[in-house]
């Protein structure tokens, strides 16, 4: 086989081979990439059964995408034999790294957390592996856990997430043995599975649990000389505890694997995410100190602590503490509903300006998947965003954003490794929720804020569909640079500026090359792009273009995504694409309904189709997801304005500048407000105040001397030379239009019109919202117009 080109995969050397497979390192010719081929045995390349199986592996293994699982690239047929191409790994099996010793005890725990994240991945698609055992279980050279070898493996019933055991598991030659013979798969089989019962997850969380025990021990968990012994042992005997075995044990990992290993099912692990929530306090605990000791935890937040304590002290806060955790642990704890939560952003004291990103970005991670939890309200990250680096109080933080409790986290990187320490605190009296420490190397930044949000899912105990589950278990990438330039896109997104939002697609797209599979990246780049079109004219074609394109591939990859779906609106509604547009604002809504984004979105576009009414649902939505936001509050006064209530739309733009002073949309809404109110000195100086914030100066100067020399119309004829040059790069044809409509000159206005039709120009959505059309529509040309652009009548 060496040298041999399979498809168009040259095979280069073999790796190694089992009873279900030989496996060979070969070169993928058309990527240019390594890869591990792995072919049937020529023995059993004739068999039915034994293709079928292999084939399943693949169709069970390439259904999943976690970076605990070996990723499958293809499957194909050569010659009439069958091959898989899989990831190349470079490390060892469990089985070698083991060595009939016990591994460290900080590899166990790291290895097992690993293995059980993967694993949790595979059961929340409805896959069992069936053949857990530390030949299928790889360590690569960076001490990465990854799960091989589903040939075993059968996809169930999502619903009642089981398998069926059919098509036996222990017949065959693979699984005898002779005496003295050394046994393999039997020796780590569920009591289920040794029964021929039918199968679930749990069988998979008792053969870990055999793996467990080897990796910290070095020894078998039920050994024998025969399968029938073994099978004895698994049904009727329990190991020796593997504390006896290796002093360095300590009694609650006995305790964890002693879980692990019931015989009994139904008082096993019943999820995989409840094994390694063990393990995990576990890692914390003895992190903190020896392994033989138990952590007692502080009533006092770690972000409110204060080192006081010295010599003697430290005993009586000791004795002090020890009280506390009787009294919170040993006592019922008092029932807590918890509706609404706020992410406050991240700290971190690295004193690293490069680790910014990484804490806001985890921040607004854990943020955007918890807003997809069902019945979870979920403040926006811009709302939690004016706590940042104020060390807030959370009760202050619950009563300002209405929330029940509140989220801190404090990120710490060291080398290639990245640490939160996560709390989550009631609003009403600052008290301890829930709390966790995470730690993962930086190329498991993605999955860490899974974690985080899973966590937190099961503690508030919210009720998660099958496809919830597995839409929460799934990282959003394995790339550790794609998700690092995913984090710099949304933190140069979040500054919203047309400069910011040209950096930030640049980040977005450089996350893509780097991950042609990061469904959220494409929705960046989406967003992005369909704002940066409206707010440059002179880049719109191109951007819309890209953003359409990206929007396409966000939903083929991930239909779930509502920011894809709020960009794939937002392109239908500037093109005109109107009766398209509203069923994607809508879906985005559907899919997040903490995504305060897209009701204010949907308020504006129900703006510009007259629906006034309709508009201000959205926007009161939209601010009650985001109530410190000067957008939000800026929103509302652009739907007074559409209803002509001039005076209410003044007081919202007014508080929205009083959030945030520098909200050019607020002054947008001032201007046309105080204007058509008559009051034009104030007019003008907003105007003048957003010119200013827009990196134009001199024009609001400018602006300035024409109305003290010409007045209000002399400023819109000022307006009219400026905007309807062809060459400039802030030539409109509709705003050229709504100067000579507020100059009454009715047939310039017209003409105008129909040359912003021609350009098919976006800011004409606001032809029926704008007041400065107002004195236009009894003019039958008006209703023509409105028309041909296809509005909604």
Known sequence: MINQTISHYRI???????????????????????????????????DRQALERFRREAKAASALNHPNICTIHDIGEENGRAFIAMELLEGETLRQRIGHKPLDYENVLDLAIQILSGLEAAHAKGIVHRDIKPANLFVTDQAQAKILDFGLAKQGNREKEQVDAAGPTITGEEN????????????????????????????????????????????????????????HSILEKNPSAASRINPEVPARLDEIIAKALEKDREVRYQHASDFRADLKRLRRDTSAGSSSRVAVPTTIPWWRKK??????????????????LVSRFALPAKTQTIHSVAVLPFTGSSGNPDAEFLQDGISIGVTDALSELPG????????????????????????????????????????????????????????????????????????????????????????????????????????????????LGRHEFDLYSPEHFMRAA?????????????????????????????????????????????????????????????????????????????????????????????????????????????????????LQLDPLSSYANAQEGLVSAAQRDWDRAIAEAQKALGIDPNSVFAYSVLVGSYEHKGMYDQSIDARGRSLALMGLPEGGAELKRVYATSGINGVRRWSIALLSDPAKS??????????????????????????????????????????????????????????RIGFPQ
Request: glycine share 6%; proline share 4%.
């Open 730 to 787: 802030n030539y409109s044809a509709t705003y050229t239009a709504v100067n000579y409509a507020l100059l009454n000159d009715k047939d310039n206005a017209f003409l105008w019109l129909g040359k912003a039709y021609q350009r098919h120009e976006s800011e004409l959505i606001f032809l029926k919202a704008d007041a400065g059309f107002d004195n236009l529509r009894s003019d039958p040309r008006y209703a023509d117009l409105v028309r």
């Open 376 to 487: 979870l309200k979920v403040m926006s990250s811009s709302a939690a965003q004016h706590y940042a680096g104020k060390n807030p109080d959370p009760q202050k933080v619950g009563s300002d954003l209405k929330v029940d409790a509140v989220l801190v986290g404090k990120i710490e990187q060291r080398g290639d490794t990245i640490s939160v320490d996560a709390e989550l605190v009631n609003a009403a009296d600052s008290s301890h929720i829930w709390g966790e420490q995470y730690s993962e190397k930086m190329v498991d930044a993605a999955v860490l804020q899974q974690e985080i949000v899973r966590d937190i899912s099961q503690k508030l105990r919210l009720k998660l569909s099958g496809e919830e589950k597995e839409h929460l278990s799934k990282p959003p990438t394995e790339n550790a640079d794609a998700y690092r330039f995913y984090l």
């Open 12 to 46: 280069i050397e073999k790796l190694g081979g089992g009873g279900m497979g030989v496996v060979y390192k070969a070169e993928d010719t058309r990527l240019d990439r390594f890869v591990a081929l792995k072919f049937l045995p020529d023995d059993l390349a004739q």
């Open 176 to 231: 005898l043995t002779s005496p003295g013979a050394a046994v393999g798969t039997v020796a780590y089989m569920s009591p289920e599975q040794v029964a021929g019962k039918t199968l679930d997850p749990r069988t998979d969380l008792f053969s870990f649990g055999a793996v467990l025990y080897e990796m910290a021990t070095g020894r078998q968990a039920f050994a024998g000389n025969t399968t029938g012994v073994i099978f």
């Open 506 to 622: 640049d980040y977005f797209q450089k996350a893509i090359d780097k991950d042609p599979t990061y469904a959220a990246a494409y929705g960046g780049l989406a967003d992005t792009n369909s704002i940066l079109g409206f707010f440059a004219p002179s880049l719109r074609e191109t951007a819309f273009a890209k953003a359409r394109a990206a929007s396409a591939r966000a939903l083929a990859l991930d239909d779930r995504s509502a920011d894809a779906h709020l960009a794939m609106a937002t392109i239908h509604w500037l093109s005109w694409e109107f009766t398209a547009a509203e069923p994607e604002f809508r879906r985005a809504q559907e899919l997040n309904p903490n995504f305060a984004s897209a009701p204010q979105a949907y308020s504006t576009y129900l703006v510009t189709m007259g629906r006034y009414s309709d508009a201000r649902d959205a926007a009161d939505r939209g």
């Open 307 to 324: 080192s006081v304590l010295a010599g003697t002290a430290v005993a009586a806060a000791m004795l002090i503490a020890a009280g506390l």
